[in-house]
């Protein structure tokens, strides 16, 4: 028998970032064109609006999606954030992929509680970790900056245009930017 996992507990603390990982159904690459991270950028432009938040670092993998936000609100929902960020783009995709790929289509299909959906995100919250202290923030945003460079899809953090290290290197290759870190948050 296989044991689960026990899941982390997310922390609501005001002033506090989050480091947000959230995966493809199954794994599948399903990032893998620009017109689904477009998408997914338009989602997280949409979200920063409406759920108050900075946007500190990102990279989005052919996979998989790291986030570093922080909350400006007291009280907040990572589950609500997510659910605004995640929930446009799987639509859209879904949508998508009947009226042109319908082939994919049963990648996508699952059974649960007796009906038939489609699903695009892996289900459950993913990963979240509260970031409270400026050196730990700026090892995660390397952290997530690195991923490209460690699967070999580029040889610089700088060169992947799906990610905030381009931003935080002067060049301007990515239609999503990230805020500003407030003077507190820098070491």
Same mark, same amino acid.
């Given at each position: 028998? @296989?044991?689960?996992?026990?899941?982390?507990?997310?922390?609501?603390?005001?002033?506090?970032?989050?480091?947000?990982?959230?995966?493809?159904?199954? %794994?599948?690459?399903?990032?893998?064109?620009?017109?689904?991270?477009? =998408?997914? $950028?338009?989602?997280?432009?949409?979200?920063?609006?409406?759920q108050?938040?900075?946007?500190? $670092?990102?990279?989005?993998?052919p996979?998989?999606?790291h986030?570093? #936000?922080?909350?400006?609100? $007291?009280?907040? /929902?990572? /589950?609500?954030?997510?659910?605004?960020?995640?929930?446009? #783009?799987?639509?859209? /995709?879904?949508?998508?992929?009947?009226?042109h790929?319908? /082939? +994919?289509?049963?990648?996508?299909?699952?059974?649960? %509680?007796?009906?038939?959906?489609?699903?695009? =995100? @892996?289900?459950?919250? %993913?990963?979240? !970790?509260? #970031?409270?202290?400026?050196?730990?923030?700026?090892?995660?945003?390397e952290?997530?900056? @690195?991923?490209?460079? !460690?699967?070999?899809? #580029? %040889?610089?953090?700088?060169? =992947?245009?799906?990610?905030? $290290?381009? +931003?935080?290197?002067g @060049?301007?290759?990515?239609?999503?930017?990230?805020?500003?870190?407030?003077?507190? =948050?820098?070491?």
């Amino acid at each position: 028998m @296989q044991r689960r996992t026990p899941r982390r507990r997310a922390f609501h603390d005001p002033g506090h970032a989050h480091e947000l990982t959230f995966s493809c159904y199954r %794994g599948l690459a399903l990032l893998a064109s620009d017109l689904t991270r477009g =998408w997914l $950028a338009e989602s997280i432009e949409e979200a920063r609006s409406q759920q108050d938040l900075d946007l500190w $670092a990102f990279v989005f993998m052919p996979e998989h999606v790291h986030l570093i #936000v922080r909350p400006r609100r $007291a009280v907040y /929902a990572i /589950a609500t954030i997510l659910r605004s960020i995640k929930g446009p #783009v799987g639509r859209r /995709a879904i949508a998508y992929l009947e009226a042109h790929h319908p /082939a +994919w289509l049963p990648r996508l299909t699952r059974e649960r %509680g007796g009906r038939t959906e489609r699903v695009f =995100w @892996q289900p459950g919250g %993913g990963y979240d !970790r509260n #970031v409270d202290e400026p050196g730990t923030l700026m090892a995660m945003i390397e952290y997530i900056h @690195q991923n490209p460079v !460690r699967r070999g899809l #580029v %040889g610089r953090p700088a060169d =992947w245009r799906w990610s905030s $290290a381009g +931003w935080y290197g002067g @060049q301007d290759v990515c239609p999503l930017r990230p805020d500003r870190l407030p003077p507190e =948050w820098v070491p």
